[in-house]
């Protein structure tokens, strides 16, 4: 969790974008980074918006289905489009599919999250001091 309160306290929000927005790659983190990362800012701005390019898609698919499955999210909005990028190794320009995903919180969310901070806290005792 401290590598999750790291990576948003150092995030750089650039002036005009979204603060509530994840840029997802498929090769930086692993999956469930960007999954905790996304209830953390659920917990911050009610919303969260996944946004990845190219191969990163089905990351934040995976990642918006296992909120949705697991009762964290609801699905507002998702939005497709391409963007004209410069291949590094060419040098000429090509197009990448890209893909925003807007989540809001359900109305249990508080009520899961209190739970899953009970059971990673609390847990069977054992250990303690």
């Keep these: 969790m401290e590598e999750i309160t790291e990576g948003v306290n150092n995030m750089n929000i650039v002036e005009g974008k979204a603060k509530n927005r994840i840029q997802v790659s498929n ?8 999954v905790n990362l996304a ?3 659920m917990q911050q701005y009610n919303e969260v918006e996944l946004s990845a390019l ?3 898609i089905s990351t934040v698919v995976s990642i918006a289905e296992i909120l949705k499955n697991n009762g ?3 699905e507002k909005k998702i939005m497709t489009s ?3 990028m410069k291949d590094e190794a060419r040098g000429r320009p090509v197009q ?7 989540l809001g919180k359900t ?7 209190a739970a899953q901070a009970e059971e990673r806290d ?8």
Excluded: N
């Design 54 to 56: 190219g191969m990163a």
């Design 27 to 34: 090769t930086k983190k692993p999956l469930f980074f960007y």
């Design 96 to 102: 990448k599919a890209k893909i925003e995903i807007l």
């Design 82 to 84: 391409t963007v004209d």
């Design 72 to 74: 964290f999210a609801v």
């Design 39 to 41: 209830k953390r800012y």
């Design 107 to 113: 109305a249990k969310f508080d009520e899961l999250m």
């Design 122 to 129: 609390g847990g069977d005792g054992e250990g303690q001091s």
